[in-house]
Nanobody, 125 residues
Framework: VQLMESGGGSVQSGGSLRLSCVIS????????MAWFRQAPGKEREGVATIDNLGNTHYPDSVKGRATVSQDKAENTMYLQMNSLKSEDTAMYYCATRLPPLWIGCRTESSEYNYWGQGTQVTVSS
């Protein structure tokens, strides 16, 4: 199983980015996925989660600015981030738990056992 993120980059404050995460090597689509981020010197934090039914969860730090979605036919998860702030600067990772052990959205990074390599998002003021 492999996860591959893309779409990161440098953007000015107030701008938008769309991150993608392609999962390969797994044929069942009944799994939950999540986006996490980690800034230098800070702990990894959840950004968005989506379960196999399309239910989503966001922390207060990004609620209203982030939208997670998935295209099961393409085995791809997306994260649309709008109104970006300097504090959104971090390495963004996608993650999943395979085989699935639970239903719903989980926000703890320890719940996930497959991770991508990350894509850097840098927001300048």
């Amino acid at each position: 199983v492999q996860l591959m993120e893309s779409g990161g980059g440098s953007v000015q404050s107030g701008g938008s980015l769309r991150l993608s995460c392609v999962i390969s090597g797994y044929i069942d689509s009944a799994y939950s996925m999540a986006w996490f981020r980690q800034a230098p010197g800070k702990e990894r934090e959840g950004v968005a989660t989506i379960d196999n039914l399309g239910n989503t969860h966001y922390p207060d730090s990004v609620k209203g600015r982030a939208t997670v979605s998935q295209d099961k036919a393409e085995n791809t998860m997306y994260l649309q981030m709008n109104s970006l702030k300097s504090e959104d600067t971090a390495m963004y990772y996608c993650a999943t738990r395979l085989p699935p052990l639970w239903i719903g959205c989980r926000t703890e990074s320890s719940e996930y056992n497959y991770w991508g390599q990350g894509t850097q998002v840098t927001v300048s003021s």
